[in-house]
């Protein structure tokens, strides 16, 4: 907070909310401070930061800056590294498996991992500040597409504990203000949503004397009253770089309309244009080259900041313009190496604009406001740099892929350049672009490198999958497939189950996508073919994976509504792994659903059978009775019916009492009341019929009002219920 100035009503808004000593705030909710772009949010922030240190010796304080380190980028990191601070062991922090539905191990949803951080921060005991900084600049998106950003965060705070939030707002911003949108929805008290106010004129005046006094400099009042009638010079970030400006501004030097032909100096009026004319001011008047310059601020944008060594070894890669930039003219170039001297004097000038980051144990610079990555992504050249730098980093991943962790610091920079690139691209130039880095990849030729890119990429997408940001993932498995399935041609066993791993894993996220199933049963296929000839070449260790591959599709097909082939899959699926529990249970509720009844309560029985034998599966076991209760009823053998179904309605309710939270337990037991419900219908007990069945209706809405998703089970619940109403009738009149 060094050189702050001015915004004392801003700082005394947050020591007022954090002492509770004013009827303005709600102490029990959090407090955003909010504003638009360069308004000097995060400088705010650090300075109450400072002053909260000093007044509040008897309290805890704890403060993120989103984005400042790697491990500082999604919400997700930025709450667990709080609560860790806080004393919370690592191992209740972690996401949990839990049993879905189906009887299968799942992590647990990103809602549901959230209402668990939730409960952590409800359970602090001490006195404790939070302040996180700039939450816009999360990036996990996925979260606030969904809606599930900020359920970490309590809607009631506990008297001892207090959370400072800055946010962005801004027109410019749309969907990174989107979380302020979010935050509305959880801060409910207005005197808690504080806005930042541009500067006033003193404000400003104050601003720009101290830093030009920090460089020896002083305006003239002409030349001052000039800066400050500028349209933006009551934005502090206006102000820090036209001060770059300033500071070689002569006493006797006149003002001038911007780029008007008169004598003097100008200064561009706006925030995004003064940056714009700072960067060309570089190449016009502090004659650094204008490609180094371009290359130089496209390389940090487009990595998130480089360490120092690494930018000039990615500059020095290409050969060409370090023979343009420094020629062999007057002394011999022996490293064929960028000059430190070129960088140290653009560096001198560009430093107070860089922050400096320690990311994966490397210290980076990059730009400190998102104000220059806009300008820079503006730039007609960057997207070209970008493919280039891309070319640089290959040839540099390519030289070091044997050198462990250099091969992997250019491995991650790959990705997420290739990645990034590919999102402006048609469909058709991206599969073109993607075939080329996918050939040039598996010409590699070391097999460990490759499965060790292919396992990073993986673990991003699962991340991102798991936080239900299943658009994002797509591009990182594109890159997977590309070089994988040129590894698959190639006839190498690693490379093709590496393909059909990563045809399977892009499936799933088209699978969560809203009208993608058509494009996740055609990778499920194509998996499947890879899969059937390994198989062929290898059965006793590819039987399990076959059979996974035919199950994943007979499942999909089964939700497009072409049974018949999910019956034929899962048929072959026996014939190879006979006595396979989830194969017979899934057959028996396809066959079911097609009305082949008794072979339907075949499979079903056979599941039982399996199943009973270790019961201490509670899910499997559960799972089992009531698909043979299904079968049972639809079979008309009611006592039968009856008697599974009891056991499945009895470990279900515990399950759901248990954890009421879990909305596949709440689902599963809403579930159950239903096939309950149907059964005593049947028998004509009506009244237990509907109680149930209310009961069921009340834990559907309860998870609708959740998620909409759910809205369906409501839906289906009222039929059931107009159902059995009318047979409650016609009983009646008989």
Not at 213 to 236: F, H, I
Not at 374 to 398: R, Y
Request: aromatic share 10%; hydrophobic share 35%.
């Amino acid at each position: 907070s060094s050189g702050f100035v001015g915004r004392e009503d801003n700082l005394k808004a947050i020591q007022d909310y954090i002492d509770g000593n004013s009827d303005a705030y709600n102490n029990e909710q959090a407090f955003v401070v909010y504003g638009p772009s360069g308004m000097g949010k995060s400088a705010l922030m650090a300075k109450a930061i400072e002053q909260t240190d000093d007044n509040q010796k008897d309290k805890k304080v704890v403060y993120r800056f989103v984005g400042s380190k790697a491990d500082l980028s999604t919400s997700i990191n930025v709450v667990l590294s709080i609560l860790k601070e806080l004393g919370l062991n690592s191992d209740e922090l972690k996401i949990q498996t839990i049993r879905d539905s189906a009887g299968r191990d799942r992590e647990e949803e990103l809602e549901e991992y959230f209402y668990r951080l939730q409960q952590h921060f409800l359970a602090i005991k001490e006195e404790v500040i939070i302040f996180i900084d700039a939450v816009d600049q999360f990036t996990n998106t996925g979260a606030l597409n969904d809606g599930h950003e900020f359920k970490w965060l309590p809607y009631k705070l506990p008297s001892n504990l207090k959370i400072v939030i800055s946010a962005l707002d801004d027109e410019k911003y749309k969907v990174a203000s989107g979380y302020l949108k979010l935050l509305k929805t959880r801060v409910h008290g207005q005197g808690n949503l504080h806005e930042l106010k541009p500067f006033t004129n003193s404000q400003s005046q104050t601003m720009l004397c101290n830093i030009l006094e920090r460089s020896g400099r002083k305006l003239t009042k002409e030349q001052e009253a000039y800066v400050l009638k500028q349209p933006d010079a009551n934005q502090p970030l206006y102000l820090f770089v036209a001060a770059q400006e300033l500071i070689h501004w002569k006493s006797t030097d006149i003002t001038k309309v911007y780029q008007s032909a008169d004598d003097g100096q100008d200064l561009a009026p706006t925030q995004r244009e003064i940056i714009d004319e700072y960067i060309r001011n570089l190449t016009e008047i502090y004659h650094h080259d204008d490609e180094l310059v371009q290359r130089v601020f496209s390389y940090l944008h487009l990595t998130g900041g480089l360490s120092e060594s690494v930018l000039l070894e990615v500059l020095s890669a290409d050969h060409d313009f370090i023979k343009k930039i420094a020629p062999d003219t007057y002394h011999a170039n022996t490293t064929k190496t960028l000059p430190v001297v070129i960088w140290a004097r653009l560096h001198s000038h560009i430093k107070p604009f860089l922050k400096m980051e320690n990311k994966q144990g490397r210290d980076t610079m990059g730009f400190f406001h998102r104000e220059f990555s806009k300008s820079i992504d503006a730039n007609k050249n960057t997207k070209k740099i970008h493919e280039d730098l891309i070319a640089l980093i290959f040839k540099l991943m390519q030289n070091d892929h044997n050198q462990g962790f250099l091969a992997n610091m250019y491995m991650e920079y790959y990705i997420e350049l290739v990645n990034s690139f590919i999102e402006d691209l048609d469909s058709t130039s991206r599969d073109d672009y993607l075939h080329h880095c996918g050939e040039s990849i598996a010409n590699i030729g070391n097999a460990g490198f490759l499965i060790e890119l292919w396992q990073s990429i993986k673990w991003k997408v699962k991340f991102l999958q798991k936080n239900l940001d299943f658009n994002a993932s797509l591009g990182y498995m594109h890159i997977a497939m590309a070089f994988t399935e040129n590894l698959h041609k190639q006839d190498l066993l690693f490379g093709s189950e590496l393909y059909a791993d990563s045809l399977i894993i892009i499936a799933t996220s088209y699978k969560n996508i809203p009208d993608s199933l058509g494009l996740a049963i055609y990778y499920e296929e194509s998996a499947l073919m890879v899969f059937r000839d390994l198989y062929e070449q290898d059965p006793d260790d590819l039987r399990d994976r076959y059979v996974d591959g035919l199950l994943n599709l007979s499942n999909s097909y089964f939700k497009d509504g072409r049974v018949e082939k999910s019956i034929d899959l899962s048929k072959t699926a026996l014939t190879i792994k006979g006595g396979n529990f989830e194969t017979l249970l899934r057959l028996a509720s396809y066959t079911l659903s097609q009305g082949d009844l008794k072979e339907g309560l075949k499979n079903a029985q056979k599941a039982y059978d399996i199943a009973k034998e270790n019961k201490e599966d509670e899910d499997r076991y559960a799972r089992a009775c009531y698909t043979l209760s299904v079968a049972n009823n639809m079979n008309k053998n009611p006592d039968n019916a009856l008697e599974y179904g009891l056991l499945a309605w009895e470990i279900r309710k515990k399950q759901y009492e248990y954890e009421q939270d879990s909305e596949d337990f709440a689902e599963n037991y809403s579930t159950s009341l239903i096939n309950l419900s149907r059964i005593f219908s049947k028998a004509k007990h009506h009244n237990i019929a509907i109680e149930l069945l209310e009961e069921s209706l009340s834990i559907a809405e309860e998870l609708a009002n959740k998620d909409p998703r759910y809205k369906v089970n409501v839906q289906r619940i009222m039929v059931s219920g107009i159902s059995i109403h009318n047979a409650h009738v016609a009983d009646s009149k008989e």
